[in-house]
């Protein structure tokens, strides 16, 4: 699945479970329980197994919408994380969360992952104080987010600070100065994904 723009909740549907936890989405896909589509509520949900492959391709798929990566994206990360130590599925879901936009959309400056992207495509975010408009960008262990001082009197912008409320465990948040701090690298126990790593990990060696 490429970067996806349209309508968020359709592809969450097309999956039968909430991947972005906002409100919105839990009702429409609660309310509407069936795929997409003019025969959506013909289909409703497959009950049977699928086929391994058919599993390794859903959650493949589901790690790239979450995560708002294209499909070379994702499996140049899984390279990467299959040469790291460890576990590969985990080092893959880590090394998603570390992206700089999954950072700022994880620290609560941006309500979504598109979002985020955009803040930091457009130049609105810094990284020790220095602008980077790199959503890619693997942030470290030390870095220093924040946004520029433009933007943090953007409507959008103190809605979303306001509204902010507990964040991941690895960062450190300073609503005051919309800025967080990357104090450690997660776990995987620490990534909120609704996604099962092994089945991403088989699909791509399925490749190799």
């Known amino acids: 699945m490429a970067s996806y ?8 549907r097309r999956f039968g479970e909430v ?6 989405y839990a009702r429409i896909v609660e309310k509407r329980s069936y795929p997409p589509g003019d025969h959506g509520k013909d289909k409703q949900f497959r009950s049977g197994r699928r086929s391994d492959y058919g599993m390794q391709l859903n959650e493949k798929q589901k790690l790239s919408f979450i995560y708002n990566v294209r499909e070379k994206q994702l499996r140049r990360y899984f390279l990467k994380a299959r040469q790291g130590s460890g576990n590969t599925g985990e080092n893959l879901v880590v090394l998603l969360e570390r ?3 999954n950072i700022v959309y994880r620290a609560g400056i941006a309500a979504t992952i598109w979002a985020a992207r955009q803040l930091v495509a457009h130049g609105h975010v810094t990284v020790n104080g220095k602008r980077l408009d790199i959503a890619s ?7 220093v ?15 979303a600070l306001e509204s902010i409320g507990a964040v991941p465990d690895y960062l450190s948040l300073d609503k005051n100065n919309a800025s967080v701090s990357f104090i450690r690298i997660p776990e995987r126990r620490d990534v909120p ?4 790593e092994s089945l991403v990990v088989e699909f791509y060696n399925r490749l190799a």
């Open 99 to 101: 992206r700089l936009d």
């Open 5 to 12: 723009h349209g309508p968020k909740a359709r592809v969450q």
């Open 137 to 143: 960008y693997s942030v470290n262990v030390g870095d």
């Open 19 to 24: 991947l972005i936890p906002r409100p919105k």
């Open 145 to 159: 987010i924040a946004l520029t001082e433009k933007m943090r009197k953007n409507v959008h912008t103190v809605e």
């Open 193 to 196: 994904v609704p996604v099962e």
